[in-house]
Nanobody, 125 residues
């Protein structure tokens, strides 16, 4: 059993910054990566960033250059620094733990196994 608890969501103005944090516990050692996803109203859940235990970091296209993920394997944490936020960043942000690797075709993948309950981020003036 794995527990993931997010914190740090809230209301932020366009162009501002916000930092999200997630801490994992339980049998999280069975996974080799952690991630942040987000889901806006009426849209599918999309990946924001995932970080492997080896430190490889992969970002979703929509946040590249604005958001920065960081992880601490020993503490089982993953943070998300959100800069230059836009109204379209408004969503529920979910922490995830799962497995990352490289497929036979050479493509890297992340497969979520566990989810937190999510934290709301609203970007509005």
């Amino acid at each position: 059993q794995v527990q993931l608890v997010e914190s740090g969501g809230g209301l932020v103005q366009p162009g501002g910054s916000l930092r999200l944090a997630c801490v994992g516990s339980g049998s999280i050692f069975r996974t080799n990566a952690m991630a942040w996803y987000r889901q806006a109203p009426g849209k599918q859940r999309e990946i924001v960033v995932y970080i492997t235990n080896e430190g490889m970091t992969v970002y979703g296209d929509s946040v590249l250059g604005r958001f920065t993920g960081s992880a601490d394997n020993a503490k089982h944490t993953i943070d998300l620094q959100m800069n230059k936020v836009k109204p379209e960043d408004t969503a529920v942000y979910y922490c995830s733990a799962g497995d990352a690797g490289k497929g036979n075709s050479g493509t890297y993948y992340y497969r979520p196994s566990y989810w937190g309950l999510g934290t709301q981020v609203t970007v509005s003036s």
